[in-house]
């Protein structure tokens, strides 16, 4: 089982989804970013250069929100969940094909990834 963090970035009352690459395992599907966590990498750590990465932003991460398991035919990861936020405007998508910040409310319109979906009632 593979660790994976996940920023919940939220800004301005809505939230920061991404669009997952179309070549990549769930491409297309909707999710909060994040990535697999390195060898002897704290969580925090590993968000944060995540974030930077896949996104060229910092955040804060306020606190951890929950952790599920998800395992399909390719993956078998527990998932970390961590409400973020970040002061920078600027995004740059290095991974994803696409990008939104949308109402709480609304999340449920995205054709999110499975493990992502099942954490929007503890937001």
Same mark, same amino acid.
């Given at each position: 089982?593979?660790?994976?963090?996940?920023?919940?970035?939220?800004?301005? @009352?809505?939230?920061?989804?991404?669009?997952?690459?179309? $070549?990549?395992?769930?491409?297309?599907?909707?999710? +909060?970013?994040?990535? &697999?966590?390195? @060898?002897?990498?704290?969580?925090? @750590?590993?968000?944060?250069?995540? #974030?930077?990465?896949?996104?060229?932003? $910092?955040?804060?991460?306020?606190?951890? #929100?929950?952790? &599920?398991?998800?395992?399909?035919?390719?993956?078998?990861?527990?998932? *970390?969940?961590?409400?973020?936020?970040? +002061?920078?405007?600027? #995004?740059?998508?290095?991974? *994803?094909?696409?990008? &939104?910040? =949308?109402? &709480?409310?609304?999340? =449920? @319109? +995205?054709?999110?990834?499975?493990?992502?979906?099942? #954490?929007?009632?503890?937001?």
């Amino acid at each position: 089982m593979i660790d994976v963090v996940a920023a919940i970035i939220k800004k301005n @009352n809505k939230y920061f989804i991404a669009q997952r690459n179309r $070549n990549k395992h769930l491409g297309l599907q909707w999710e +909060f970013p994040g990535g &697999k966590v390195n @060898n002897q990498e704290k969580f925090e @750590n590993a968000l944060k250069r995540e #974030i930077l990465e896949e996104l060229s932003i $910092n955040i804060n991460i306020k606190k951890k #929100i929950t952790s &599920k398991k998800y395992k399909d035919k390719k993956v078998n990861v527990i998932l *970390h969940y961590f409400m973020c936020e970040t +002061f920078d405007d600027i #995004i740059k998508l290095s991974e *994803h094909e696409n990008m &939104k910040w =949308v109402d &709480k409310n609304d999340l =449920v @319109n +995205f054709n999110l990834t499975l493990g992502d979906s099942k #954490i929007i009632k503890y937001l």
